[in-house]
């Protein structure tokens, strides 16, 4: 089964529109993190943030916000204003406590596209 | 800052053909990886060496061998290509620790004929 599943497969907006991406997992630890990495036309996997499954604050960054929901098991991550310079490929992933190094479990992507 | 780097960039083999992919990284990690990325599945652990010395298999780790080869070093070897490992190939570094985020490589771009 699929640890973190990204149910949007690609997803199209107009600039300035806000647009979130869906982000659901599943573990049975109770100690883990969530990551969101972007992936631009240029192919190298940028990091965007981490989050720990004792913290469900949500978190603004500029345009960006996360909101993490342990009783969804969910980690969506909102665009506000879209930008065209905001098309990639954004992916979601999963590392668990049990695992005795950093494994991670990815999603299989979003594409994002953003029309000027 | 070089962080991790990988080569080649592109590659073409043809059916049987082998190659290693290079990976060093100037970040002092302990840990790396490398992944293969498909379209609509994501990232896909091949192998990984959580420290230098050590190598275990990852979730797609037939048709392929690894070497760490000191602790910069991470190389990805195809003994005898297939048609099926034609993908985007990351090597990825990290400190140790299930909450450390992975550095990625700029990607090798595999295609076997």
């Known amino acids: 089964a699929q640890k973190v599943t990204q149910a949007q497969t690609e997803i199209s907006v107009v600039e300035k529109e806000d647009v979130t991406l869906d982000c659901v997992y599943e573990?049975?630890?109770?100690?883990?993190?969530l990551f969101w990495y972007k992936q631009p036309p240029s192919g190298e996997l940028v990091f965007l943030i981490r989050?720990?499954?004792?913290?469900?604050q949500n978190e603004i960054s500029g345009r960006y916000s996360w909101n993490f929901q342990k009783s969804t098991s969910s980690f969506n991550f909102t665009i506000t204003a879209s930008q065209v310079v905001d098309s990639a490929v954004y992916f979601c992933?999963?590392?668990?406590?049990?695992?005795?190094?950093?494994?991670?479990?990815f999603g299989s992507g979003t594409k994002l596209n953003v029309k000027p | 800052n070089a962080g991790v780097t990988q080569t080649p960039k592109f590659q073409v083999l043809k059916t049987g053909q082998s190659m290693t992919l290079q990976c060093a990284q100037d970040?002092?990690?302990?840990?790396m990886y490398w992944y293969r990325q498909d379209p609509g599945m994501g990232l896909r652990l091949i192998y990984y060496?959580?420290?230098?010395?050590?190598?275990d298999k990852g979730e797609v780790p037939n048709g392929y061998n690894v070497s760490r080869l000191n602790k910069r070093e991470f190389s990805l070897r195809l003994e005898s290509a297939a048609p099926s490992q034609t993908s985007v190939y990351f090597c990825?570094?990290?400190?140790?620790?299930?909450?450390?985020?992975?550095?990625f490589g700029s990607g090798t771009q595999l295609s076997v004929l």
């Open positions: 990825a570094s990290s400190q140790t620790g299930f909450n450390e985020k992975l550095f």
């Open positions: 970040m002092n990690h302990n840990s």
């Open positions: 573990t049975r630890d109770t100690t883990y993190y």
């Open positions: 992933a999963l590392s668990e406590a049990s695992d005795n190094f950093n494994k991670f479990y």
């Open positions: 060496s959580a420290s230098e010395g050590t190598t």
């Open positions: 989050r720990n499954s004792f913290d469900e």
